[in-house]
């Protein structure tokens, strides 16, 4: 039972699956990624690889220089001659190891630095474009998988950076220079031992295929135990509130269970391949000893030369174990990188236009031209739209769940684009502004009034950074939000803790509101901004409300009618049409659907 329900689960969240996820394959993409990221390293790069081939030459020097010790070094000694030959050889092996030395150092300390520059490129490119996405995107993609992307997914490719091209790199000049100074040394023996070539590239491909399809569902389950864990930490007080904490540990149970799973195929992959390797490895060893003893034993061979063979054969067949650890972290930031590659290729819905208008002075009228928009195809949400709000007219926006409202004041914000028609701004297409100015002059405040870590006078300025410590002072005295900030320990200094915690819903408000003013828009858009409230909150929120609402256009979306007592003009609207429209006083004097909301609230305060 539990199985049919964590894979539902699984298939639900699957990045694959997903509609607005990254597409397999991206190989593509992913090598332009990581090319553009090491394109500015081209130069230091290609000094990187000289020195990895000087070092490995050092490395493969050795063997040649203990044959030549022992054959031509040491019988001079033991005939009583001079040790002038074996000097030479000693001094030249410390030579060679002092330049594997020094090269080993200088290409560590050069690579961990250029590995950190394009993790740290990676990592603003991520984040920035994260930041760049549209609301659309994120509402559908999970913050859970956010976080697999910018942390589990980079840290793979970190991996790859420290130690995966280096251990290829040297596996591979370590296994065709060791190949042809076999066949150099000797070439009957060193043939004898190239048969065993086929086998291990049969082994190899074996193993890349396979773990190439492993490593993919390794970052898709590694993503999904994220997704869930992220989600429930999220939103720990609903899941806790409604008893779910066994039904939320049984999902996770089943998505760690998967990926329990799938880290068992890749180690079963590795249990195959790697004593295969050295069943392979240590058969030809012993093949090579035999043979070759034999042949020292007739004199065809020297012993120094049977030494050097053995050491290189042992060099030979090593690299196989780097090269294996290559493919599994290789494998591993492959897919990471695929699916970087896939967010990073995605481009925002609402983007800048090539030759943005200008807005020398915006007044703040707003206008819906024929406005259609429709969140699913084919199911409109508004089906034509004419509105007109005059600039400094504070226009309130009422009507049951799903009329539209949010949808007017996402689309005025433009975090959607409407289907049809257009929305404008002082006669502009909003489509025509660049979002950096239209951010400037349009501001809209939810009733989440998210808090960002840091103090109160961070989080006043967060629309207007530069603004001065008086500036935000003022902000706050002008929606009354001063009084209870001198009340907290270090006033303005005060550390909002985490989203706000150490703040009261009225607060968190006031500080929103405090936010805005100091931002001054021209067109302020208040979305269900008291709806959290008690009455004594409210209250205070009421009169900050027509500070921040005074000389500009402003829109004000609200189930409670207190706040709709402070705009000029009321809308009713009823699947996305208006349906009234006037001055709320006049409206309450009526007999239409307003009026009888008003009666309703009025009645629910007696």
């Known amino acids: 039972m539990r199985e049919t329900v964590w894979r539902g689960r699984f298939d639900e969240k699957s990045d694959d699956d997903s509609p607005i996820d990254e597409k397999l394959p991206r190989r593509r993409e992913a090598r332009e990624l990581l090319f553009s990221l090491l394109r500015p390293f081209r130069v230091t790069v290609a000094v990187l690889a000289v020195i990895v081939v000087v070092e490995n030459a050092a490395r493969l020097s050795v063997p040649l220089l203990v044959q030549r010790g022992i054959d031509h070094g040491i019988p001079p000694i033991a005939e009583g001659g001079p040790a002038r030959e074996l000097a030479l050889v000693v001094a030249a092996l410390c ?3 002092a330049v594997q030395a020094v090269g080993r150092v200088v290409f560590l300390k050069r690579s961990g630095q250029v590995g950190q520059k394009v993790l740290l490129e990676l990592r603003r490119r991520v984040f920035r474009h994260f930041g760049r996405l549209d609301v659309a995107f994120h509402d559908r993609y999970t913050s859970g998988r956010v976080v697999s992307r910018s942390t589990n997914d980079i840290d793979a490719i970190q991996e790859l950076l420290q130690n995966g091209f280096d251990s290829l790199v040297t596996a591979v000049l370590t296994m065709f220079g060791t190949a042809i100074l076999l066949v150099v040394l000797d070439w009957r023996l060193g043939l004898m031992c190239l048969v065993a070539f086929p086998i291990l590239v049969l082994l190899a491909a074996w193993f890349r295929t396979e773990s190439a399809k492993t490593y993919r569902e390794v970052r898709d389950s590694a993503a999904l135990v994220i997704v869930q864990f992220v989600e429930t930490m999220t939103g720990i007080k609903a899941v806790q509130a409604y008893r779910r904490e066994e039904r939320n540990q049984e999902i996770f149970d089943g998505v760690a269970d998967r990926y329990r799973d799938i880290n068992e195929k890749t180690f079963k992959l590795v249990a195959v391949f790697m004593p295969g390797v050295k069943l392979v490895g240590n058969i030809t060893t012993g093949v090579v000893l035999l043979y070759g003893g034999y042949r020292v034993l007739q004199g065809d061979m020297t012993i120094g030369t049977l030494t050097a063979f053995l050491l290189y054969l042992r060099m030979f067949f090593e690299p196989m174990q780097e090269i294996t650890q290559f493919f599994n972290t290789f494998q591993s930031a492959s ?7 896939g967010v990073l290729a995605r481009p925002p ?3 800048d236009p090539p030759r943005p208008v200008a807005l020398p002075r915006v007044r703040g009228e707003v206008r819906f031209a024929g406005v259609g928009f429709e969140y699913v195809p084919g199911r409109p949400v508004l089906p034509g739209l004419e509105l007109t ?6 226009v309130a926006l009422v009507g049951t769940t799903g009329a539209g409202k949010t949808t007017i004041a996402k689309l005025i914000a433009r975090f959607y684009d409407p289907t049809a028609g257009a929305v404008r701004l002082d006669g502009v297409d909003l489509r025509d502004l660049a979002q950096d100015e239209l951010r ?3 501001v809209m405040v939810t009733q989440e009034n998210f808090m960002f870590s840091g103090t109160v006078a961070d989080n006043i300025r967060f629309g207007r950074p530069e603004a001065t410590d008086a500036e935000v002072v003022a902000a706050a005295q002008a929606v009354g939000a001063d009084r209870f900030v001198a009340t907290l320990p270090d006033g303005y200094d005060t550390d909002v803790a985490k989203r706000g915690g150490r703040l009261s819903a009225g607060q968190r408000q006031l500080i929103a509101f405090a936010r805005a003013f100091l931002a001054d828009p021209a067109v302020l858009i208040l979305d269900e901004a008291t709806s959290a409230l008690d009455i004594p909150s409210e209250r205070m929120v009421q009169r ?4 921040v609402l005074a000389d500009r256009t402003a829109l004000v979306i609200a189930h409670r009618l207190s706040t709709v007592e402070v705009a000029d003009r009321v809308l009713v609207l009823e699947h996305g049409r208006i349906i009234e429209d006037g001055p709320p006083a006049e409206l309450i004097r009526g007999d239409g ?4 909301l008003h009666d309703a609230w009025v009645r629910s305060l007696v």
């Open 440 to 442: 400037r002059h349009v």
């Open 593 to 596: 659907h307003y009026a009888a």
């Open 544 to 547: 900050a409300l027509r500070t």
């Open 335 to 341: 897919s990471a990188l695929e699916k970087l590659a």
């Open 389 to 394: 709000v005059p600039a400094g007219q504070t």
């Open 95 to 97: 030579a060679v190891v």
């Open 349 to 351: 819905a609402i983007a």
